[in-house]
């Protein structure tokens, strides 16, 4: 079955680190590829998502994503890291082995920022 | 064009009650999916609902179960709610396109307390 995985629930960096939190799919077809971020006591909010064309993608809040095909993942950097960064964040997908309608989340990475 | 939306925002319900929570789809949109998040955990797909029917289950029991109307719009409803009901429910809508390929859209979602 389809499924998502994020290397360490929770990453600490200094403020104006880089911020690095990985993604890893599991599908035998390229399926959509999205990153969420949530704030505490809050809805998720979409970071950026890539479907097809360039595999680099640029989202809100100076965040990008770059789709390897061959390594199956999706990592999630920030040059610098501010302290309003602070959230969770979650690696889905979406189509693939499933409909592109029905969204698969992987268990989420806290990010905290340091002074 | 309007988002999803999602009612009530915040709930407090007793164990062994039952609840309803209701979302309306964005427009043009005739998929409704529903998922929860409990804490520290990722959303996790309950059902979907395309055309007033369900279309596609994950692993919940049959107490949680749900609506499609006319207008696309749809609510989820537990019965007999137990304390690990607590959580944030989340839905998402969508419009298949025949491509497959369309994305869910989510609400803000409705936070259960079961006290």
């Known amino acids: 079955a389809q499924s998502v995985t994020q290397l360490g629930s929770h990453v600490s960096v200094s403020e104006g680190a880089l911020v690095l939190l990985r993604c890893n799919y599991s599908?035998?077809?390229?399926?959509?590829l999205f990153w969420y971020v949530q704030y505490p006591n809050q809805g998720l909010q979409l970071l950026l998502k890539?479907?097809?064309?360039?595999?680099l993608v640029k989202g809100i809040n100076g965040f990008e994503a770059e789709f390897k095909k061959s390594e199956t993942s999706f990592h999630l950097t920030k040059p610098s890291a501010h302290m309003s960064d602070a959230a969770e964040y979650f690696c889905?997908?979406?189509?693939?082995?499933?409909?592109?309608?029905?969204?698969?989340f992987g268990p989420g990475t806290s990010l905290s920022v340091i002074p | 064009e309007t988002g999803v939306t999602q009612s009530p925002t915040h709930l407090i319900k007793t164990r062994g009650q039952q609840v309803t929570l209701r979302c309306s789809s964005q427009?043009?949109?005739?998929?409704v999916s529903w998922y929860q998040q409990a804490l520290g955990q990722g959303p996790q797909f309950i059902f979907q609902y395309y055309r007033e029917e369900e279309n596609g289950r994950g692993n919940f029991p049959p107490r949680f179960s749900g609506l499609q109307f006319p207008n696309y719009s749809s609510e989820l409803n537990v019965n007999a709610l137990e304390l690990d009901d607590s959580a944030l429910y989340l839905c998402?809508?969508?419009?298949?396109?025949?491509?497959?390929?369309?994305?869910?859209?989510f609400g803000q979602g409705t936070r259960l307390t079961v006290v």
């Open positions: 998402a809508s969508s419009r298949p396109d025949g491509t497959g390929t369309t994305e869910a859209f």
């Open positions: 599908s035998s077809v390229p399926p959509y």
């Open positions: 889905a997908v979406s189509g693939g082995e499933t409909s592109y309608d029905k969204v698969i």
């Open positions: 427009s043009g949109h005739n998929t």
């Open positions: 890539y479907t097809t064309g360039a595999t």
